[in-house]
């Protein structure tokens, strides 16, 4: 065993029992629990079985099973990242609706007072 097969054993574990703590606490949704047991399971799987690696890229027509790993988490980065900017997004149109609702209360409040 290499050095890189065992980081990817030690990066499947602490992905998985991630996966479960933040699930048992409820933390994210069902389709980002099966992404990162996904995430975890694969690579225990390729870690143990390479040649399902290979095969796997030939089943993509790629050359090389190592770069089926590549695309797959280029693609989950990008998802991710969207994911951060819709959440973000929302936050902002949160923080601004409850500004919004503080200043019209505040407005009726001093309103009231010099009545």
């Known amino acids: ?3 890189l097969q065992a980081f990817f ?3 499947g574990f602490i992905i998985s029992i ?3 703590d933040i699930a048992k606490r409820q933390k994210f949704n ?3 629990f099966l992404v990162f047991i996904g995430i975890g399971v694969g690579l225990l799987v390729f870690t143990f079985f390479p040649s399902f690696l290979e ?3 030939q089943l993509f027509g790629i050359p090389r ?3 089926v790993l590549v695309y797959v988490s280029i693609i989950f980065l990008f998802y991710f990242v969207l994911l ?3 959440k973000s997004e929302k936050n902002r149109e949160d923080i601004t609706r409850l500004v919004r609702e503080i200043g019209v209360l505040e407005d009726k409040l001093h309103q009231h007072d010099h009545k």
């Open 30 to 32: 069902a389709l980002h």
């Open 84 to 86: 951060l900017l819709n």
């Open 65 to 67: 099973g190592a770069d």
């Open 18 to 20: 991630i996966a479960f």
């Open 1 to 3: 065993m290499n050095l």
């Open 9 to 11: 054993i030690v990066s």
């Open 55 to 57: 095969k796997t890229g």
